[in-house]
């Protein structure tokens, strides 16, 4: 192959985007790296445009560039692999995800999905099919050794739906509980193909109408997290029913683009997904899972942050009263741009709109059996952000080894240090009453210890006699009234109560407010679930005598 015309180039900044392009024979004959590199580099640009004619330059360019990439890998199929889980647009993304996605794929990009293989083998095949069709019809289920796509074809003949399509609809008229579904289909180990065919559907274009575009030419490094923390916050942005689905469709795709999946996104509910518009062309928002797949006693609540319509950060935060655990994930293409004041603006709406006053970092995010994270000092990142170590001993050694690198710049920390760090959690207190201190995976091994201790590990007994003796407690007449998501919170809060808490000495108006707070894990907002257990003292108080 002869060299290229045009080196390959590599932006750091928005300034150094050129004026010549290079020219269609070069970006021909470059590597696949190459122009994954490229095309990041000019996302990069158009997140953080220093004025508006580089902007324009640079979604001109992506328009060429992914044109240029589709005839490439029309005529070079070697190019098209190499190329494929890249999330350009054009090409392919193969991979196994959830029973929620591929049927979220399945419903919005049917024409562009296909059943790629499966790892199931036969007898697997044979016994899920049992599971779902008629046993009349055992000819056609045990007949041969076949796999999941062969197996399929026999049994749907001449229907003229593509094979995931039609193994999808099988599961939806099913009468079977969505759990099942999803351990049903997750036996299978299937990979779809998803073809990036529609502009939207990728990561080149992936992205929410932006009117207000920021232009700034100087990327902000030194952030104050409590300083920024403290401004105030606006009310979220009033949406369409299109805008919330879109929000919800931006955020499954950019994880699917990075083979990655979380709650959040995947279970989103459309209609209580919430957008904060802020400044320096920064949005970010909110996303709470459904009714049937939140979490007991926490509150797991997503985010994906935007700048200038475009997905740069996203993870999420698991509120249990004013303790959030906190994570952070910046989007590869744009790590080393404004990843502090990202997260303080981060900070800022938890804090603000949840009213958290303790975040809590896990010990994975700065290095513990994540070796990325130990090489690049993240425990640092965090420090530098008003995060300190739980620990005391560990934050003296943390405040002294922070004064070395203070008076010599090249100092390094040693990485048995930093895996020395990793045996605490990091936290960043905002208000010295907040709590609880503990994290919600104590009370869960309470409750555990409970139903062995009393119940000889028996479930069933458990749930049946707690949930008897709350509902006494609580004086509640009937649950006719109780809709399933709520039936289910009194069921797994019975235990919790059981397990922890003493309601015989209890006021009446704190039985109520108890009541009213099981009842919140079935509302359309979890919000008032969250603010009801931050306002419960009662509960508090008792929760934190049991477990100091």
Same mark, same amino acid.
């Given at each position: 192959?002869?060299?290229?015309?045009?080196?390959?180039?590599?932006?750091?900044?928005?300034?150094?985007?050129?004026?010549?392009?290079?020219?269609?024979?070069?970006?021909?004959?470059?590597?696949?790296?190459?122009?994954?590199?490229?095309?990041?580099?000019?996302?990069?640009?158009?997140?953080?445009?220093?004025?508006?004619?580089?902007?324009?330059?640079?979604?001109?360019? /992506?328009?060429?560039?992914?044109?240029? *990439?589709?005839?490439?890998?029309?005529?070079?199929? /070697?190019?098209?692999?190499?190329?494929?889980?890249?999330? *350009?647009?054009?090409?392919?993304?193969?991979?196994?995800?959830?029973?929620?996605?591929?049927?979220?794929?399945?419903?919005?990009?049917?024409?562009?999905?296909?059943?790629?293989?499966?790892?199931?083998?036969?007898?697997?095949?044979?016994?899920?099919?049992?599971?779902?069709?008629?046993?009349?019809?055992?000819?056609?289920?045990?007949?041969?050794?076949?796999?999941?796509?062969?197996?399929?074809?026999?049994?749907?003949?001449?229907?003229?739906?593509?094979?995931?399509?039609?193994?999808?609809?099988?599961?939806?008229?099913?009468?079977?509980?969505?759990?099942?579904?999803?351990?049903?289909?997750? %036996?299978?180990?299937?990979?779809?193909?998803?073809?990036?065919?529609?502009?939207?559907?990728?990561?080149?274009?992936?992205?929410?109408?932006?009117?207000?575009?920021?232009?700034?030419?100087?990327?902000?490094?030194?952030?104050?997290?409590?300083?920024?923390?403290?401004?105030?916050?606006?009310?979220?942005?009033?949406?369409?029913?299109?805008?919330?689905?879109?929000?919800?469709?931006?955020?499954?795709?950019?994880?699917?683009?990075?083979?990655?999946?979380?709650?959040?996104?995947?279970?989103? $509910?459309?209609?209580?997904?919430?957008?904060?518009?802020?400044?320096?062309?920064?949005?970010?928002?909110?996303?709470?899972?459904?009714?049937?797949?939140?979490?007991?006693?926490?509150?797991?609540?997503?985010?994906?942050?935007?700048?200038?319509?475009?997905?740069?950060?996203?993870?999420?935060?698991?509120?249990?009263?004013?303790?959030?655990?906190?994570?952070?994930?910046?989007?590869?293409?744009?790590?080393?741009?404004?990843?502090?004041?990202?997260?303080?603006?981060?900070?800022?709406?938890?804090?603000?709109?949840?009213? #958290?006053?303790?975040?809590?970092?896990?010990?994975?995010?700065?290095?513990?059996?994540?070796?990325?994270?130990?090489?690049?000092?993240?425990?640092?990142?965090?420090?530098?952000?008003?995060?300190?170590?739980?620990?005391?001993?560990?934050?003296?050694?943390?405040?002294?080894?922070?004064?070395?690198?203070?008076?010599?710049?090249?100092?390094?920390?040693?990485?048995?240090?930093?895996?020395?760090?990793?045996?605490?959690?990091?936290?960043?207190?905002?208000?010295?009453?907040?709590?609880?201190?503990?994290?919600?995976?104590?009370? $869960?091994?309470?409750?555990?210890?409970?139903?062995?201790?009393?119940?000889?590990?028996?479930?069933?007994?458990?749930?049946?006699?707690?949930?008897?003796?709350? *509902?006494?407690?609580?004086?509640?007449?009937?649950?006719?009234?109780?809709?399933?998501?709520?039936?289910?919170?009194?069921?797994?809060?019975?235990?919790? #109560?059981?397990?922890?808490?003493?309601?015989?000495?209890?006021? /009446?108006?704190?039985?109520?407010?108890?009541?009213?707070?099981?009842?919140?894990?079935?509302?359309? %907002?979890?919000?008032?679930?969250?603010? /009801?257990?931050?306002?419960?003292?009662?509960?508090?108080?008792?929760?934190?005598?049991?477990? $100091?």
């Amino acid at each position: 192959m002869t060299p290229p015309q045009h080196p390959p180039i590599i932006i750091n900044r928005p300034s150094d985007l050129p004026g010549i392009k290079p020219p269609e024979n070069a970006l021909k004959q470059w590597k696949a790296k190459d122009i994954v590199k490229y095309h990041d580099a000019l996302l990069s640009v158009m997140a953080w445009p220093e004025n508006k004619e580089q902007l324009q330059q640079a979604k001109t360019e /992506m328009v060429r560039l992914t044109s240029i *990439i589709k005839e490439i890998i029309s005529v070079d199929k /070697m190019m098209d692999y190499k190329l494929s889980g890249s999330g *350009i647009a054009g090409t392919e993304l193969t991979g196994c995800f959830s029973y929620a996605i591929t049927r979220w794929l399945v419903n919005d990009f049917s024409n562009d999905l296909e059943l790629h293989s499966s790892e199931a083998n036969p007898e697997t095949v044979r016994l899920f099919f049992l599971q779902l069709i008629p046993s009349i019809e055992y000819e056609s289920v045990t007949t041969g050794e076949l796999g999941l796509i062969q197996r399929i074809r026999k049994i749907k003949g001449k229907n003229n739906s593509t094979d995931i399509k039609w193994l999808i609809s099988l599961f939806e008229t099913v009468a079977i509980s969505y759990h099942a579904k999803e351990f049903l289909f997750n %036996e299978l180990k299937i990979f779809v193909t998803w073809k990036l065919n529609l502009p939207f559907a990728s990561r080149s274009y992936s992205c929410l109408p932006q009117k207000n575009i920021f232009y700034d030419p100087k990327l902000l490094k030194a952030t104050d997290v409590k300083k920024i923390g403290q401004r105030k916050l606006p009310l979220p942005n009033r949406l369409s029913i299109k805008q919330k689905k879109q929000l919800v469709d931006v955020a499954k795709s950019t994880l699917l683009f990075i083979y990655r999946e979380t709650d959040p996104f995947t279970f989103a $509910s459309a209609d209580a997904v919430k957008l904060f518009t802020l400044e320096k062309g920064y949005s970010i928002g909110l996303y709470s899972m459904q009714k049937g797949h939140r979490l007991s006693i926490e509150s797991y609540i997503g985010y994906l942050v935007f700048k200038n319509g475009i997905p740069v950060s996203y993870g999420g935060g698991w509120i249990f009263g004013k303790r959030c655990q906190f994570g952070i994930n910046i989007l590869e293409p744009f790590r080393g741009s404004e990843s502090g004041y990202i997260f303080s603006l981060l900070i800022r709406v938890y804090h603000q709109y949840f009213d #958290v006053n303790r975040f809590v970092v896990k010990p994975y995010q700065f290095g513990k059996n994540n070796k990325e994270a130990l090489k690049s000092g993240a425990f640092w990142f965090y420090y530098k952000h008003g995060f300190r170590p739980e620990d005391v001993q560990l934050q003296k050694l943390a405040d002294d080894e922070w004064d070395k690198k203070a008076i010599d710049k090249r100092y390094r920390t040693s990485i048995d240090l930093l895996k020395k760090f990793t045996s605490s959690n990091l936290v960043l207190l905002l208000s010295k009453k907040s709590v609880p201190v503990f994290d919600a995976s104590v009370v $869960s091994l309470a409750i555990t210890s409970y139903i062995n201790q009393q119940f000889n590990g028996n479930r069933n007994k458990a749930v049946a006699a707690s949930e008897k003796k709350t *509902i006494t407690e609580l004086n509640i007449k009937n649950l006719t009234s109780w809709n399933t998501y709520e039936r289910e919170a009194l069921i797994q809060w019975s235990l919790l #109560v059981q397990a922890m808490l003493d309601l015989s000495k209890w006021k /009446m108006e704190e039985k109520k407010q108890l009541l009213k707070l099981i009842k919140s894990k079935g509302d359309d %907002e979890e919000l008032n679930f969250i603010k /009801m257990l931050q306002g419960h003292r009662r509960l508090w108080k008792e929760l934190c005598n049991k477990l $100091s």
